[in-house]
């Protein structure tokens, strides 16, 4: 019963209303069936019997004088019972009834009836006229009673759940709350529209918490640079301070002018870095991946060709292992390269290439003597984890997983340097379906790992 129950509720929206409909019908033609031959009996019962006949008997006497007497009179199989003949005289006293005696003529005469309209009571009359009138019209009213219950039902049953569900939705995300739930469990094309509807919601809220990240994230670097900045500004204004007292005292040597402006002038370069940084991170809003289709054996040996000659350069040894099913952690000796399969691949090689460089140049600088690279294709991802054998990340990086990081968490003492390459790298794998996690390796060292959708 329950399955049937299922099944009825899931039909489409015009089969079910076609089924309403005819299922309307045929109780119209029943209950009209059923009224009609009642109203039919009902006349036929009010008209006189057509099997019946009027026997008249007329009695003649010597007189000159004769009765008449009539009777009604049913004809069927049964023997047909005459009445006794009662003659009538008239005396002093009134008419007197008295049989007749044999030796009276009699004359007999029979009458068929036919059944008229006219022979029957005003009451019969009023009966007959009524169930007249409801033989016509009672198809007509049970028609439109039946259209107009088959209309309600059907708004009650398919349209007025999810229509209202979908007012409440459309209410909530006016009022910009987009933290709900739209459930309308069913198969038909209301349900489909509501899953829609549900699937558009969460697109919404995606994108909306995704929106008011990027603002606070935004809202953050400023605040971040603005303090990053008071140190060369600062360095740039006590030397400055500094010139000047030099300068009224007449104390400046050749070596003291040479060190200031060579301070001052890595003071104004990391004023420009930092500049630069924000521009960069500008830009890459409006990045698009260019994807185009490459082998995801050759994207990762040549990924791998580039990356082992920079780890050479830098006296660093590269570790590369390859997962055909899942990614795990990078292995302790490199594995075989062609485990991983040779199937096309939809991806921007220039900007898988510009994430994993950026991560590798950080595993170079903060790696003792070895680099961990895994690639593993998982489905439509594009998995890639980058390990080394440093002091790992610190605890506060660690605690904002999830966010970009901004210079002043990621500034070394190089020269240049302020670690801005996470921050665009994550943006990057965004733009590219993916994501970007950081964590530790419980046996020490930095792990980053990237995916890139690439379907």
Known sequence: ?????????????????????????????????????????????????????????????????????????????????????IAQEESPQGIVQMESPSEFPLSYSIEKIEPSYNRLTPKRKLAYTVCGIVIVAAPTVLSVTAIILCSFYFYRRKLKLPLQLLSDATVQIAARNLDFRLNYDCEDEMGRLCRSFALMQDALYSNSREMWAMLEERKNLQASVSHDLRNPIAIIRGYAEHLENKAKKEDLSSENVLRISRNIGLAAKRMENYAWS??????????????????VLRLSSDLTADFSLMAQQNQRTLHVSCSRLQSHAPAEHPADPSNLPDIPIQADSALVYRVLENIIGNALRFSRREIFLDFALETSLLSITVRDDGS????????????????????????????????????LCHKHGGTLNLSNFPQGGAMVKVSFDVS
């Not at 209950?31 to 008209?47: K, Q, T, V």
């Open 392 to 427: 790992g990340f610190p605890e506060s990086m660690l605690q904002k997983s999830g966010r970009v990081f901004y210079p002043s968490e990621l500034s070394s003492d190089q020269e240049g340097h302020m670690g801005i390459g996470i921050a665009v790298s994550r943006i």
């Open 1 to 85: 019963m329950d399955d049937l129950k299922r099944k009825w509720r899931d039909l489409p929206l015009r089969t079910f209303f076609i089924l309403t409909v005819l299922i309307g019908l045929f109780v119209i033609a029943l209950l009209s069936g059923l009224i009609i031959w009642g109203c039919a009996a009902f006349r036929y019962y009010l008209l006189p019997d057509s099997d019946s006949v009027y026997l008249s008997i007329q009695q003649s006497y010597d007189d000159g004088s004769s009765s008449m007497q009539s009777y009604l009179l049913k004809l069927d199989d049964a023997p047909v019972q005459l009445p006794q003949i």
């Open 278 to 295: 924000l521009y960069t991170l500008n830009q890459l809003e409006d990045t698009v991946p260019q994807k185009t289709e490459i082998s």
